[in-house]
């Protein structure tokens, strides 16, 4: 629906791309020396201890927390010249799902989705309606639209969580700690599902911060670790052996 049309990859073919940058929050230094390069269709874990830098990573990616040191180009835009009235237009073009679903709570699902689309600019109630059914199909619950946030299991929240960060037909998904709240079996059909995102022929990627390891063991995948306020690329063996601690 926006009208600008910049390519969201650089001219390497990244959709992210950030080299020596330094991520803090308030004044202190979380990660430095990032450097790190995701192509579309890539599926890349995030990983590291409680409190080592991977939501602030995150943020930095959506213009929550202003990069200020560094270089970072995220879907299209520069993030060290990122305007504050710029923020929206960069989170048009990413899909943000967080472990508590934030759906609100006082309309159904089909209200909830309706509400993401018209705060984006959408304006004709047909095409609104198309891609409401189409979002709830991609994630299989297309007869849950006039249901309660609160009548769904938790498996079922996140997977309309999905639905509404797909609305805009983003080319970069991020999920903070997506499984967080779900039992494993849950979690297992929902990494199904954002694996099948990602492999959709549109180049999608997703960034997926988590703890769970043996996720990672089952849905193996590039993983980059936050550690000691760096990031680096981890090993399977690193994961191997974190999984037996
Ligand atoms: N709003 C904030 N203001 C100041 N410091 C913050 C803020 N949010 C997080 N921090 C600090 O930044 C560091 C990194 O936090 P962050 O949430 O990025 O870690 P994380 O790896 O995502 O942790 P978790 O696994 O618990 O989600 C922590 O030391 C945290 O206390």
Not at 14 to 36: A, G, M, P, T
Not at 112 to 135: C, P, Q, S, Y
């Amino acid at each position: 629906m926006s009208k600008e049309k910049i390519p969201a990859v650089n001219d390497q073919g990244y959709l992210v791309s950030l080299s020596n940058v330094l991520v803090r929050q308030d004044e202190h230094i979380i990660l430095k020396d990032v450097e790190f390069a995701l192509k579309p269709g890539e599926f890349m874990y995030l990983i590291g201890r409680v409190g080592s830098g991977k939501s602030s990573l995150l943020k930095t990616l959506y213009g929550e927390i202003p990069l200020r040191e560094g270089e970072g180009f995220a879907v299209g835009f520069d993030l060290r010249k990122l305007k504050t009235r710029q923020v929206p237009f960069l989170r048009r073009r990413m899909g943000i799902v967080f472990q508590d679903f934030q759906l609100l709570s006082d309309r159904n699902v089909y209200d909830n989705l309706l509400f993401v689309l018209k705060a984006t600019g959408w304006k004709n109630k047909v095409e609104m309606d198309h891609r409401i059914r189409e979002v709830l199909s991609e994630v299989d619950m297309v007869h849950k639209g006039y249901k309660m946030p609160h009548q769904l299991s938790g498996g079922e929240q996140q997977r309309i969580a999905i639905a509404r960060a797909l609305l805009n037909k983003p080319d970069l998904i991020l999920a903070d700690e997506p499984t967080g709240n779900l039992d494993p079996d849950t979690s297992d059909e929902l990494m199904q599902l954002l694996h099948k995102i990602c492999k959709n022929d549109d180049g999608k990627a997703v960034i997926m911060a988590t703890h769970n390891y043996n996720l990672i063991k089952k849905y193996p995948g590039r993983t980059v670790k936050c550690e000691d306020s760096r990031l680096s690329e981890a090993q399977q063996e690193e994961i191997d052996f974190d999984l037996l601690r």
